[in-house]
C-alpha cells in the first residue's frame, strides 16, 4: 500500500480536470458519461467504467490495481468483451490484449492509466 500512497493516488486531484484529461486521451464516447461524483474526497474518473488488466503492471501488484480501479468508481473484470470501456496492458500481455484488439476495445497502457487519474503530467514538453 506505501507504493500507491508515494504514487499519490491518494491524493484528491479535481475531479473536472481528471475527466478532462480522460476525454482528451480518450476520443470515445464511452468516456463521455464517465466520472462521477467525487466518494470520500475521492474522484470518480473512472465511475461507469469497466476495465480489464492484463500482463504485469510496474506501479501495481494484481490486487492492488483491482483496488485502485475500484477506488475510483470504476468495475475490474477478467475477461474482456464488448461492453469493456477498456484493456489496461502491462509487461507481456496475455490473450485479452489480443480479444480487446480483434473486438475493437480501446488499449491503455499504464502511463496512460495513471494520466487519467490525474497523477502524473503529460510526458509531451518534458
Avoid: C, W
Avoid at 475510483?72 to 500481455?93: E, Q, W
Amino acid at each position: 500500500m506505501d507504493d500507491l500512497k508515494s504514487l499519490g493516488l491518494f491524493s484528491a486531484t479535481p475531479q473536472a480536470a481528471v475527466k478532462k484529461k480522460a476525454k482528451t486521451l480518450f476520443d470515445d464516447e464511452t468516456l463521455e458519461d464517465a466520472g462521477g461524483n467525487d466518494v470520500g474526497g475521492t474522484p470518480q474518473p473512472l465511475a461507469g467504467l469497466t476495465i480489464v488488466v492484463t500482463g504485469s503492471l510496474e506501479h501495481f501488484k494484481r490486487n492492488e490495481i483491482e483496488g485502485v480501479i475500484e477506488q475510483y468508481g470504476g468495475r475490474a473484470s477478467s475477461s474482456v468483451s464488448s461492453k469493456t470501456s477498456f484493456v489496461l496492458v502491462g509487461a507481456d500481455p496475455g490473450s485479452k490484449l489480443a480479444k480487446a484488439e480483434k473486438l475493437g476495445v480501446r488499449v491503455v497502457h499504464e502511463p496512460e492509466f495513471l494520466t487519467i487519474l490525474g497523477e502524473l503530467p503529460s510526458t509531451t514538453g518534458n
